[in-house]
T-cell receptor, first 115, second 110 residues
Framework: DVKVTQSSRYLVKRTGEKVFLECVQD?????MFWYRQDPGLGLRLIYF???????EKGDIPEGYSVSREKKERFSLILESASTNQTSMYLC??????????????FGPGTRLTVL | GQQLNQSPQSMFIQEGEDVSMNCTSS?????WLWYKQEPGEGPVLLIA?????ELTSNGRLTAQFGITRKDSFLNISASIPSDVGIYFC??????????FGPGTRLSVLP
C-alpha cells in the first residue's frame, strides 16, 4: 500500500512566523504535490515536483515555496505566515510516466491555523 | 483552466438505498479517479479508470469511464452510515496534473 505521511495533523502559528510542512512518501514516486483545501474553493494546487530538486508552480504559488532534496520528501514553506493561509494542506504523490497506473495518493492533511 | 462539474452537490439518502453521482468535463480525459474524504482526513482513492467505457467495482462501489471521455459515474449500492463523506472525482488529460471536481457531499440517514 502507498503511504503518504505529513509531519503534523494540526498546527497553530502566529502571523509572520516561518512554517514548514513536511511530506514523505514510501513508494518511490516521481511526482509530489501540495494542495490547499478551503470550503467552497475545493482543492487548489500550490506547487508540484516531478523529480528531485525540480519544482513547478501550481495555480496559487504566491506566499509559498517548496523544497525537494530527496525523492521521498517534499516540503512546503510559508516564509511569513499570514491569516489568509489558514487552511487544510494536503500532500499527494504519484508515479511518473513510466508507471502504467497513474494513481494519485493523498496524505492525511495538515490543518494550519495562523493567528 | 479546466473545470469539472459534479452532481449532485449534496444528497441525503436512507440507509440501504443506492446512490448515483456523476462528474462531467468540457475536455477529454484519459484517466478518471474517484476519492472519498471524511471530515479532517485526506482524500482516499476508491477507484481508478483508464479506458473509455471501462466499468470497475470496489466492493459496493462501481464507477464507469464515460464513452465520450468527458464524464464518469460513481454508484454506491446498499448505502451504510460509514459511506458518509465527500466524494471527489479527478480527471487527467495528457498533461501532468489532475483536475478535481468540487465534490458531492453524501449524508446517510439511519
Amino acid at each position: 500500500d502507498v503511504k503518504v505521511t505529513q509531519s503534523s495533523r494540526y498546527l497553530v502559528k502566529r502571523t509572520g512566523e516561518k512554517v514548514f510542512l513536511e511530506c514523505v512518501q514510501d513508494m518511490d514516486h516521481e511526482n509530489m504535490f501540495w494542495y490547499r483545501q478551503d470550503p467552497g474553493l475545493g482543492l487548489r494546487l500550490i506547487y508540484f515536483s516531478y523529480d528531485v530538486k525540480m519544482k513547478e508552480k501550481g495555480d496559487i504559488p504566491e506566499g509559498y515555496s517548496v523544497s525537494r532534496e530527496k525523492k521521498e520528501r517534499f516540503s512546503l514553506i510559508l516564509e511569513s505566515a499570514s491569516t489568509n493561509q489558514t487552511s487544510m494542506y494536503l500532500c499527494a504523490s504519484r508515479g511518473g510516466p513510466s508507471s502504467f497506473y497513474n494513481e494519485q495518493f493523498f496524505g492525511p492533511g495538515t490543518r494550519l491555523t495562523v493567528l | 483552466g479546466q473545470q469539472l462539474n459534479q452532481s449532485p452537490q449534496s444528497m441525503f439518502i436512507q440507509e440501504g438505498e443506492d446512490v448515483s453521482m456523476n462528474c462531467t468535463s468540457s475536455s477529454i480525459f484519459n484517466t478518471w479517479l474517484w476519492y472519498k474524504q471524511e471530515p479532517g482526513e485526506g482524500p482516499v482513492l476508491l477507484i481508478a479508470l483508464y479506458k473509455a467505457g471501462e466499468l470497475t467495482s470496489n466492493g459496493r462501489l462501481t464507477a464507469q469511464f464515460g464513452i465520450t471521455r468527458k464524464d464518469s459515474f460513481l454508484n454506491i449500492s446498499a448505502s451504510i452510515p460509514s459511506d458518509v463523506g465527500i466524494y471527489f472525482c479527478a480527471g487527467r488529460d495528457y498533461g501532468q496534473n489532475f483536475v478535481f471536481g468540487p465534490g458531492t457531499r453524501l449524508s446517510v440517514l439511519p
